[in-house]
C-alpha cells in the first residue's frame, strides 16, 4: 500500500482529506481506551433491560441473554474488525474510502446519510445527560422550556434545569470534539477505567439489593417470551451503525492487532457488560438504568451517578460529532466548499445541542435506533464488496483521486438495500433474522452482481471537470 499519495494539499491533524500516515498512527492502549469509552453508552443498558422484559413484557432467562449477547456482539465484533482493517491498511477515513466504492460524486450518498445519523445520536446523547441532571436538580425554577405533551408524546415537560443542563453539556462535548482524535484520547483514557469499574459496583449493588445471586436466578427463569432471533437482533441493530462508524477510529491504528484489540474492547467488554448491568437491574430493582437507581440511593451516590454517566456519555459523544465532521466534510469539498474540521463540529455541535435540549432523545429516540439498525448496514455492503472481494483486499491510494464520479453499482446495491431493510421491518419479513444484518447481506451480493454491468472506467478528477 503506498501512502505518500494525498488527496489534497491542506492536510489538518485529523486526515479529513487525505490518508493518515504511518508516523501520525496512535499508540494501541490509546485507541482501546478510546473505544471503551466509545461503546459505553445507555443503549446496551437499555437492550440489557429489553432482554428481560420489563414491565412483565416478553423476555429470555439470563442463560438465554447471555446466549443472545455472546451472539449478537460476535457478529458486530467480526463486522466492526473487517471495515476496521480496512481503514487500517490505508489509513483512509469512511468517506473517502467510499470514493472507491460509490464513486467521487457518489459518496455523498452514504456520507449524507451517516451526517444525518451522527447528528441524531450527538442530539440523542445530549438529551440523556441533560435528563440525568435535570433528575438530579429537580425543578427549583418552576420553569418548563417545552412541553412535548402539546405534541401528543406521553412524555415529562422539558424543564429549565433540563434545558440548561443540555445546553451546557453540548457545549462542552463540542469543545473538546474540536481536538480531534488527541482530545479523544485524553478523555477516554482517565475516564474509561472508571466507569467501567462502577458499572462493575453498581450491578453487583443492584443484584445484593435484589436478594443475591440466587433470588436473581430464580426470578431470570421466569422470563420468556422473546425469540433469541430476536434478541439477537436486537442486539445487532442496536450497535450496527457504530460498526460503520469505527472506520474514522480505527484509520489511526498502527497494525490489524490494534484494529481487532479496540473491536475487542467494544463489543467483547464494553457493551455485554452493559447489557447484563441492564438485565440484572431489570430483574432485581426493575430499573436498566444503573444512574436512575443511584438517583435514588443518597445525595453522594446521585451525584456520583450524575457525573459518571456524563462523563461516560461525553466520550462517546465526542465521537460522534468527530465522525460527522469527517463526513460532511469531504461532501462539501465535492460540491466546491472548502470547509475546516472546527468549523464543521462547531456547527454540527451546536445544532445536536439544540436538538437535545428541545427533547430529541425524550421524542425520537426508541424509533431512531430502530430505523437506524436497519438503513445504516446496507451502506457498508458497498465497501465490504469492493475491498475484500473486488480488489482483493488492497486499495491503491494513488487511485483515489482517479475514481468514476458514480461507481452505479455502489449506490444502486445500497439504496436497493435500504428498502429491503425497511421493507422486512414494515411487512415482518423473516421475523427471525435481524433486518439490518440481512439488508448488509444482499447489499454486497447485489454489489457483486451489478459491478460487472454496471461499472465505469476511473478517470481522473481533473479530465472530469475539464
Given at each position: 500500500?503506498n501512502q505518500k499519495a494525498?488527496?489534497?494539499?491542506?492536510?489538518?491533524?485529523?486526515?479529513?482529506?487525505?490518508?493518515?500516515?504511518?508516523?501520525?498512527?496512535?499508540?494501541?492502549?490509546?485507541?482501546?481506551?478510546?473505544?471503551?469509552?466509545?461503546?459505553?453508552?445507555?443503549?446496551?443498558?437499555?437492550?440489557?433491560?429489553?432482554?428481560?422484559?420489563?414491565?412483565?413484557?416478553?423476555?429470555?432467562?439470563?442463560?438465554?441473554?447471555?446466549?443472545?449477547?455472546?451472539?449478537?456482539?460476535?457478529?458486530?465484533?467480526?463486522?466492526?474488525?473487517?471495515?476496521?482493517?480496512?481503514?487500517?491498511?490505508?489509513?483512509?477515513?469512511?468517506?473517502?474510502?467510499?470514493?472507491?466504492?460509490?464513486?467521487?460524486?457518489?459518496?455523498?450518498?452514504?456520507?449524507?446519510?451517516?451526517?444525518?445519523?451522527?447528528?441524531?445520536?450527538?442530539?440523542?446523547?445530549?438529551?440523556?445527560?441533560?435528563?440525568?441532571?435535570?433528575?438530579?436538580?429537580?425543578?427549583?425554577?418552576?420553569?418548563?422550556?417545552?412541553?412535548?405533551?402539546?405534541?401528543?408524546?406521553?412524555?415529562?415537560?422539558?424543564?429549565?434545569?433540563v434545558f440548561a443542563a443540555?445546553?451546557?453539556?453540548?457545549?462542552?462535548?463540542?469543545?473538546?470534539?474540536?481536538?480531534?482524535?488527541?482530545?479523544?484520547?485524553?478523555?477516554?483514557?482517565?475516564?474509561?477505567?472508571?466507569?467501567?469499574?462502577?458499572?462493575?459496583?453498581?450491578?453487583?449493588?443492584?443484584?445484593?439489593?435484589?436478594?443475591?445471586?440466587?433470588?436473581?436466578?430464580?426470578?431470570?427463569?421466569?422470563?420468556?417470551?422473546?425469540?433469541?432471533?430476536?434478541?439477537?437482533?436486537?442486539?445487532?441493530?442496536?450497535?450496527?451503525?457504530?460498526?460503520?462508524?469505527?472506520?474514522d477510529l480505527f484509520r489511526?491504528?498502527?497494525?490489524?492487532?490494534?484494529?481487532?484489540?479496540?473491536?475487542?474492547?467494544?463489543?467483547?467488554?464494553?457493551?455485554?457488560?452493559?447489557?447484563?448491568?441492564?438485565?440484572?437491574?431489570?430483574?432485581?430493582?426493575?430499573?436498566?438504568?444503573?444512574?436512575?437507581?443511584?438517583?435514588?440511593?443518597?445525595?453522594?451516590?446521585?451525584?456520583?451517578?450524575?457525573?459518571?454517566?456524563?462523563?461516560?456519555?461525553?466520550?462517546?459523544?465526542?465521537?460522534?460529532?468527530?465522525?460527522?465532521?469527517?463526513?460532511?466534510?469531504?461532501?462539501?469539498?465535492?460540491?466546491?466548499?472548502?470547509?475546516?474540521?472546527?468549523?464543521?463540529?462547531?456547527?454540527?455541535?451546536?445544532?445536536?445541542?439544540?436538538?437535545?435540549?428541545?427533547?430529541?432523545?425524550?421524542?425520537?429516540?426508541?424509533?431512531?435506533?430502530?430505523?437506524?439498525?436497519?438503513?445504516?448496514?446496507?451502506?457498508?455492503?458497498?465497501?465490504?464488496?469492493?475491498?475484500?472481494?473486488?480488489?482483493?483486499?488492497?486499495?491503491?491510494?494513488?487511485?483515489?483521486?482517479?475514481?468514476?464520479?458514480?461507481?452505479?453499482?455502489?449506490?444502486?446495491?445500497?439504496?436497493?438495500?435500504?428498502?429491503?431493510?425497511?421493507?422486512?421491518?414494515?411487512?415482518?419479513?423473516?421475523?427471525?433474522?435481524?433486518?439490518?444484518?440481512?439488508?448488509?447481506?444482499?447489499?454486497?451480493?447485489?454489489?457483486?452482481?451489478?459491478?460487472?454491468?454496471?461499472?465505469?472506467?476511473?478517470?481522473?478528477?481533473?479530465?472530469?471537470?475539464?
Open positions: 500500500m494525498q488527496s489534497s494539499p491542506a492536510v489538518d491533524a485529523d486526515y479529513m482529506l487525505a490518508p493518515v500516515p504511518p508516523d501520525a498512527r496512535r499508540p494501541t492502549w490509546k485507541q482501546v481506551m478510546v473505544w471503551v469509552g466509545f461503546g459505553y453508552v445507555a443503549t446496551g443498558l437499555f437492550i440489557g433491560g429489553t432482554l428481560a422484559g420489563p414491565a412483565g413484557g416478553a423476555g429470555v432467562s439470563f442463560p438465554m441473554a447471555m446466549l443472545a449477547i455472546a451472539i449478537g456482539m460476535g457478529i458486530l465484533f467480526v463486522l466492526t474488525s473487517l471495515l476496521g482493517v480496512i481503514a487500517q491498511r490505508t489509513g483512509l477515513s469512511l468517506a473517502l474510502l467510499c470514493r472507491y466504492a460509490y464513486g467521487a460524486k457518489g459518496m455523498n450518498l452514504p456520507m449524507l446519510a451517516m451526517g444525518l445519523l451522527t447528528l441524531g445520536w450527538f442530539s440523542a446523547i445530549t438529551g440523556m445527560v441533560g435528563d440525568i441532571w435535570g433528575a438530579f436538580i429537580g425543578n427549583p425554577s418552576g420553569i418548563v422550556v417545552f412541553d412535548p405533551g402539546r405534541l401528543g408524546y406521553q412524555i415529562a415537560p422539558i424543564t429549565l434545569e443540555c445546553l451546557l453539556c453540548g457545549l462542552l462535548f463540542t469543545a473538546t470534539s474540536m481536538s480531534g482524535m488527541k482530545g479523544l484520547e485524553r478523555l477516554a483514557v482517565p475516564v474509561a477505567p472508571v466507569i467501567m469499574l462502577i458499572a462493575v459496583l453498581v450491578g453487583i449493588g443492584m443484584l445484593d439489593e435484589g436478594g443475591g445471586l440466587g433470588s436473581f436466578v430464580a426470578a431470570s427463569s421466569q422470563k420468556h417470551g422473546l425469540p433469541l432471533p430476536s434478541a439477537v437482533t436486537m442486539l445487532v441493530g442496536s450497535w450496527i451503525a457504530g460498526a460503520i462508524m469505527g472506520v489511526f491504528c498502527r497494525n490489524a492487532r490494534a484494529v481487532w484489540l479496540g473491536s475487542a474492547a467494544c463489543f467483547l467488554l464494553t457493551n455485554p457488560l452493559l447489557n447484563i448491568v441492564g438485565y440484572i437491574g431489570t430483574v432485581t430493582v426493575g430499573e436498566y438504568n444503573y444512574v436512575s437507581w443511584m438517583l435514588e440511593k443518597s445525595f453522594l451516590l446521585a451525584l456520583a451517578g450524575a457525573v459518571t454517566w456524563t462523563l461516560s456519555l461525553w466520550t462517546t459523544n465526542d465521537a460522534e460529532l468527530y465522525c460527522n465532521a469527517l463526513y460532511t466534510g469531504p461532501v462539501l469539498q465535492s460540491c466546491g466548499f472548502d470547509v475546516s474540521k472546527k468549523q464543521l463540529v462547531l456547527v454540527a455541535g451546536l445544532a445536536g445541542t439544540v436538538l437535545g435540549a428541545l427533547g430529541f432523545y425524550q421524542m425520537f429516540f426508541s424509533p431512531f435506533i430502530n430505523y437506524l439498525g436497519i438503513m445504516a448496514p446496507p451502506l457498508a455492503g458497498p465497501l465490504l464488496a469492493d475491498f475484500y472481494i473486488k480488489h482483493k483486499g488492497r486499495y491503491d491510494v494513488r487511485e483515489l483521486d482517479q475514481q468514476p464520479e458514480f461507481n452505479r453499482a455502489g449506490v444502486g446495491s445500497a439504496l436497493i438495500g435500504m428498502v429491503l431493510g425497511l421493507a422486512l421491518e414494515l411487512n415482518q419479513w423473516l421475523v427471525a433474522w435481524p433486518n439490518g444484518l440481512v439488508a448488509l447481506l444482499a447489499t454486497v451480493l447485489l454489489y457483486l452482481l451489478l459491478h460487472p454491468i454496471l461499472s465505469a472506467k476511473p478517470r481522473p478528477l481533473a479530465e472530469k471537470a475539464s
